[in-house]
Structure formats: structure tokens, C-alpha cells
């Protein structure tokens, strides 16, 4: 089993940045991939963006040269940093981690993931 626990949501201004954390427990050594989602109200969750084992990083169109995601093995810690912020980036950020492989495209739907955070709230004001 693997525990999730994301932190740094809160409330910024339009333009501003915010770094989002997730820390992982539990198994550990059985995580192949990690990502962020995101949901915003009435919509659906998307892929914001991925981080493989070796590094290898993949971003939602909608974040690529605004968002950084990052890992620190020895903290067991993936980061979401986020800049430029823009009102419609406004959601429920979670955490996930995959221990299996997955297709992009599973992973795009959220199926591809094994583990889940509750979630952090982020709120960009215009």
C-alpha cells in the first residue's frame, strides 16, 4: 500500500505561483510513476502532469511552460510547481502514484494510477 498526502493549495492572485507537495509512504519502492490531476468544478478530472521513475516529465497542453513537476527521491516527494497562474487553473489538485505500468492514454483517464491523495485546493483570483 502506498499513502499520498498532497499540501501547498491555498489561495493566490492571477499571475502569481504556487508549489504544490506530495508526500508518499507505505511501499514505496513498488512506485513506477507519479502524477498530478486536477478537477474543477462541474468539469472533468485531467492529466496536468506525469513524472516517471527515470525522470521523463509529460504536461497537460494547458500547463506546458507554466507548470514544473519534479521528484525528490530521497524525501519520497513529488513537487508541482506553478507559475503564472491563470483563473481557469482553479481546482482540486491530487496527487497519484502508479506501481504498474500504463499507457499514456490510461493515464490521461486516471486509470492508470493505483494511488490516490485526497486532494489540495487551488484558487487563482482574477
Known amino acids: 500500500q502506498v499513502q499520498l498526502v498532497e499540501s501547498g493549495g491555498g489561495l493566490v492572485q492571477a499571475g502569481g505561483s504556487l508549489r504544490l507537495s506530495c508526500a508518499a509512504s507505505g511501499s514505496i519502492f513498488s512506485i513506477n510513476t507519479r502524477g498530478w490531476y486536477r478537477q474543477a468544478p462541474g468539469k472533468q478530472r485531467e492529466l496536468v502532469a506525469l513524472i516517471t521513475r527515470g525522470g521523463s516529465t509529460n504536461y497537460a497542453d494547458s500547463v506546458k511552460g507554466r507548470f514544473t513537476v519534479s521528484r525528490d527521491n530521497a524525501k519520497n516527494t513529488v513537487y508541482l510547481q506553478m507559475n503564472s497562474l491563470k483563473p481557469e487553473d482553479t481546482a482540486v489538485y491530487y496527487c497519484?502514484?502508479?506501481?504498474?505500468?500504463?499507457?499514456?492514454?490510461?493515464?490521461?483517464?486516471?486509470?492508470?494510477?493505483?494511488?490516490w491523495g485526497k486532494g489540495t485546493l487551488v484558487t487563482v483570483s482574477s
Open positions: 497519484a502514484a502508479a506501481v504498474r505500468g500504463a499507457t499514456m492514454t490510461s493515464f490521461r483517464r486516471g486509470d492508470g494510477m493505483d494511488y
